[in-house]
């Protein structure tokens, strides 16, 4: 395993220092230019060979050609993609409370993502250690979808195979609307499993509850379906406009396509009614084969996201420039990924204002890609494999103008560090 790591490792890195360059011009105009990359801004439908100039942590020019003696520190992009900092609306970054929880860090603002939501990871009673040990801990911005559970998602887990939702006495609608009014900067929605092994026969009555309170704070509701008790329609017809299906790609029942792989009726009349069709893969939940059925009927999923965890880190997902991958061999363009991983996810939820696009003035959270050419093997959640021969390797991350380098670390060395380091595991600072 070790030494498959380091294969990948050496494989999967381009090294930062060297693009990389401090100068220490008269009239400095810019602390960092990113210099003639590929712009790919979906949000504004730019994409154009440009430089970024970014001063005081905001992003002040994008042009051709801008006056590189001027800026203090230049990051040499040409043939690399330059793209707003990646936003995953699905991640599980509750380590050491949630089983499935992983570090941040190393596997969000090294891989280019810089803004992600924790996805039901916490509920009321778990939370404020989510915020007080990750969100003000870590560099990623961390932002979370409360679980209706107050105990979140901290009893399952490989040897205690029970959910939060098998005993109702812990869906506690009042704690969490009160959890939510408290903490309105970070908590953007609320989060719910509905799997047979989570919630026994309490799927719709947990649903209703949930329900009851994304109504009462006016947020969105996230739903991960699959394998549910209660028939897939019964959950859709709950779901209002800006709610978000996590996991409609997976494979097997449960899913979004009938037995003659038909996207079911419930589903066209929910996304007509608003409800958004999300990406998330997770360790069961996506299949090309599923995916390949359901393009081509003109489901496309509006946000792509990792669902990257404690058990499928280390393969299938990985990290979510490799799931975009797998978007890319499906035929979607580098733009339409992209839009998928920043425009749409940031306007799905009520992220800060400029989340995820390069408008000037907007905060500048940039991520630099490489998008290498070969032979690439994917693999889904259903163990199927496919050829492709692009792959989106992480290069640097920006952060309100600080660079941040891809360095890869395993999930067990990166957990010993954030502790010993108090968690900050930026890998370079200008
Ligand atoms: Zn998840």
Known sequence: ???????????DTVFLPALLSAQTPANPKFDLLIR???????????????DVGILNGKVAAIAPNLDAAAAKNVLDARGR?????????????????????????????????TTVLDAGSSGAHTFPGLRNYVMRVVDTRVFALLNISVVGQSTLSNDNPYGELLDLRFVNTKLAIKTIEANRD????????????????????ALDMAREAADAVALPLM???????????????????????????????????????????????????????????????????????????????GTISSDVHQFNVNGPVFDLPTVLSKFLLLGLSIEEVLRRATANPAGAFKFPAGTGSLDVGSTADVAVFELREGNFEFTDAMREKRKGHRKLIPVASIKAGRVYGNAWLPVETARRRALNRGGGLSVTAI
């Open 1 to 11: 395993m070790l030494i498959r790591s380091r294969r990948n490792f050496l494989r």
């Open 36 to 50: 003639g990359g590929r712009v790919i801004d979906p949000k504004r439908n730019f994409s154009s060979d440009a």
């Open 81 to 113: 993609i330059v793209t707003p900092g990646l936003v995953d609306i699905h991640v599980h970054v509750y380590d050491g409370v949630a089983p499935l929880g992983i570090p941040a860090d190393p596997n969000c603002i090294a891989k280019g993502v």
């Open 186 to 205: 970070v908590i953007l929605g609320l989060k719910i499993r509905l799997t047979e092994n989570i919630t026994g026969p309490n799927d719709l009555r």
């Open 223 to 301: 739903v991960h379906i699959g394998g549910s008790h209660s028939p897939v329609p019964d959950i859709l017809s709950r779901l209002k406009k800006g709610d978000v299906i996590t996991h409609s790609f997976r494979g097997g029942p449960g899913g979004i396509i009938d037995e003659r792989d038909r996207v079911i009726p419930d589903v066209k009349k929910a996304v007509e009614r608003g409800v958004l069709l999300g990406f998330g893969p997770g360790a069961v939940s996506f299949s090309f084969r599923t995916a390949e059925k359901v393009f081509p009927q003109g489901y496309l999923p």
